[in-house]
């Protein structure tokens, strides 16, 4: 193994992709996308410095969209995503200042912020359905979790609304307390509702961020019981 391609930065970067450090594929994509980074004219940076957290970065973002292509039934394409051309661009145009020490431009900061990070997706979460069961007047047993079996599993950030974005929201949206994060799954709807350790969420909102069928951003509001 080349360069800055340690074990440690093997098992960083699987850690990243949510996969196992251990998988044979990982070490092939991860010394393709430095290879391709080389090729374009970024070299590796110093460690511990701003630059090589960038590079890194882009390196990750590399290997998990082609671990993500493997079977060629992925969509979309990696160069469209503007946070990773953002971030190869600053990378290009500082390759000069970089060598003399000059730090990175602040719009690179905010480049990596726009990025939708997978390695934030350390949350399990489980979808569940209603099964449409009503009692003998006909009124849905909604409140009886027998009747709502599991639909899918997935990974996701869940994060609590900030106090300025409880506000915003509550100009449309109804009580929204969380925002959960995750990558796209089809047939994701507002009936159902997410169990999240031992509380319930409902989905008030669900959206197609970037409309790129990638990752999915759904509003949500906490059941108290």
């Not at 995750?182 to 997410?194: D, F, P, Q, V």
Request: net charge negative; glycine share 6%; charged share 25%.
């Amino acid at each position: 193994m080349t360069g800055g391609l340690t074990a440690e930065r093997i098992a960083e970067i699987a850690r990243y992709c949510r996969v196992e450090p251990d998988d044979a594929e990982l070490p092939a994509l991860a010394l393709a996308a430095t290879g391709t980074l080389l090729a374009a004219g970024i070299t590796e940076p110093e460690a511990e410095t701003p630059r090589a957290a960038q590079y890194w970065l882009c390196v990750k973002y590399m290997v998990l969209d082609s671990y993500d292509r493997r079977d060629a039934a992925a969509e979309g394409s990696l160069t469209a995503n503007p946070a990773f051309r953002g971030l190869i661009n600053q990378l290009k145009a500082t390759a000069g200042a970089a060598c003399r020490g000059a730090p990175p431009p602040r719009e690179t900061r905010r480049s990596i912020e726009m990025h939708i990070d997978a390695g934030r997706l350390r949350c399990c979460i489980t979808f569940q359905r209603f099964d449409g069961a009503c009692d003998a007047y006909g009124a849905p047993l909604l409140a009886d979790d027998a009747h709502w079996p599991d639909y899918a599993s997935a990974w996701a950030a869940v994060d609590p609304l900030s106090g300025r974005e409880f506000f915003a929201a509550a100009q449309s949206q109804s009580e929204v307390t969380h925002r959960v994060l995750l990558r796209y799954m089809a047939g994701i709807e507002t009936e159902m509702r997410i169990r999240y350790g031992k509380r319930i969420l409902e989905i008030v909102s669900v959206r197609d961020v970037n409309e790129r069928h990638e990752y999915l951003q759904l509003l949500c509001r906490e059941l108290v019981r």
